[in-house]
């Protein structure tokens, strides 16, 4: 999928850079968006993720190089909801014979800084592509159980805690759109963004699993306003 991705936009990319330059464009644009983000692998799994939707918020600035072409500048922050029903309805008794999962104080939150290369179509309106990479901080929810153990021969209900920990790792991903101009300097538009991060958790950290290598993996769907000047 990474080696897809990356082709993929260097083809796009080429593509446009040999277009024709319309010298009558905005050098600077800002654009601020809020998502719906749908988790993938790891973190919505049976055994360790069991992660719910989420929401996205993010900003970018844009720096054009040419009509067709810009430098982008991000900030991205996500937070996604643990799904609390599928903890406790995975087996019989839970996880571990667990009961009683809280994890409505905790959410996985996922913090990126990212540069990337935009290329776009030519027009009033048009279409963009953006790969892109950076630094990424994944924060893991903090849960509470409860579990039954057996003390003097008698059960014991013994309170359980999952403690929140972060890590940070590189990040890549690809974030496709398209922006509609209203006026002569600001437009709305739609946007699809792919993002994926590897990260290591030592220690009890991912819900019930001891040790973890994360693969952080999202689907984020959303809409933005965007400034230029």
């Given at each position: 999928m990474k080696y897809l991705i990356?082709?993929?936009?260097?083809?796009?990319?080429?593509?446009?850079?040999?277009?024709?330059?319309?010298?009558?464009?905005?050098?600077?644009?800002?654009?601020?968006?809020?998502?719906?983000?749908?988790?993938?692998g790891?973190?919505?799994?049976?055994?360790?993720?069991?992660?719910?939707?989420?929401i996205s918020f993010n900003i970018d600035y844009a720096i054009a190089?040419?009509?067709?072409?810009?430098?982008?500048?991000?900030?991205?922050?996500?937070?996604?909801?643990?799904?609390?029903?599928?903890?406790?309805?995975?087996k019989e008794g839970g996880i571990n014979n667990s009961f009683g999962v809280d994890g409505s104080s905790g959410k996985y939150k996922m913090?990126?800084?990212?540069?990337g290369a935009e290329a776009r179509t030519s027009g009033k309106h048009y279409f963009y592509v953006n790969p892109y990479f950076g630094l990424g901080k994944l924060t893991t929810p903090e849960?509470?159980?409860?579990?039954?153990?057996?003390?003097?021969?008698?059960?014991?209900?013994v309170s359980n805690k999952v403690t929140s920990r972060s890590e940070i790792s590189t990040i890549y991903g690809?974030?496709?759109?398209?922006?509609?101009?209203?006026?002569?300097?600001?437009?709305?538009?739609?946007?699809?963004?792919?993002?994926?991060?590897?990260?290591?958790?030592?220690g009890e950290t991912i819900v019930f699993k001891s040790s973890s290598n994360i693969t952080y993996e999202a689907l984020t769907t959303g809409v933005n306003l965007h400034f230029s000047f």
């Amino acid at each position: 999928m990474k080696y897809l991705i990356l082709s993929l936009s260097l083809a796009f990319i080429t593509l446009y850079a040999a277009s024709q330059e319309d010298k009558n464009f905005d050098r600077s644009r800002v654009s601020v968006g809020i998502g719906s983000v749908s988790p993938l692998g790891d973190l919505v799994s049976d055994s360790n993720g069991f992660a719910g939707g989420g929401i996205s918020f993010n900003i970018d600035y844009a720096i054009a190089a040419s009509n067709n072409m810009a430098i982008v500048f991000g900030f991205n922050r996500g937070m996604i909801q643990l799904d609390e029903e599928a903890i406790n309805t995975v087996k019989e008794g839970g996880i571990n014979n667990s009961f009683g999962v809280d994890g409505s104080s905790g959410k996985y939150k996922m913090t990126s800084f990212i540069i990337g290369a935009e290329a776009r179509t030519s027009g009033k309106h048009y279409f963009y592509v953006n790969p892109y990479f950076g630094l990424g901080k994944l924060t893991t929810p903090e849960i509470t159980y409860q579990t039954f153990e057996i003390f003097n021969s008698t059960y014991t209900t013994v309170s359980n805690k999952v403690t929140s920990r972060s890590e940070i790792s590189t990040i890549y991903g690809l974030k496709l759109g398209a922006h509609f101009l209203l006026s002569d300097h600001f437009g709305d538009g739609l946007f699809g963004r792919y993002e994926q991060g590897n990260f290591r958790f030592p220690g009890e950290t991912i819900v019930f699993k001891s040790s973890s290598n994360i693969t952080y993996e999202a689907l984020t769907t959303g809409v933005n306003l965007h400034f230029s000047f």
